[in-house]
């Protein structure tokens, strides 16, 4: 039927904003959102610096956490590393609206 052609193999596709590779694993896909999030997240930290507390949660909230749950019932971190990259988003979140960033602060408090 197709003699003499060949079809490329497509490794990776990005559909409705997901990332979606032909392993059907989503490694990709939470690096594209981690790598963005923190973007952003540096973006706020460098721009909200002398912010009230609530200004920065409300912009984390709206800006940050919204980019890492979209589509997340689909893509949904499943493997320790995938998990550990969206968990270290979120706790660099937690230091900033805190304005906390000393060694021995407690992250889990912050967190809460």
Known sequence: MFSGTTLAEVEQAKYLGITLSDKLDW???VDNITKKASNTLNFLKRNLKYCPKLCKEVAYFAL???TMEYGSVVWDPHTIKEKD???RVNRRAARMVSNDYGRH???TSMLT
């Open 85 to 87: 990259q969206v968990e």
């Open 105 to 107: 602060s407690s992250i």
């Open 27 to 29: 490694e990709i896909q």
């Open 64 to 66: 940050v956490r919204s």
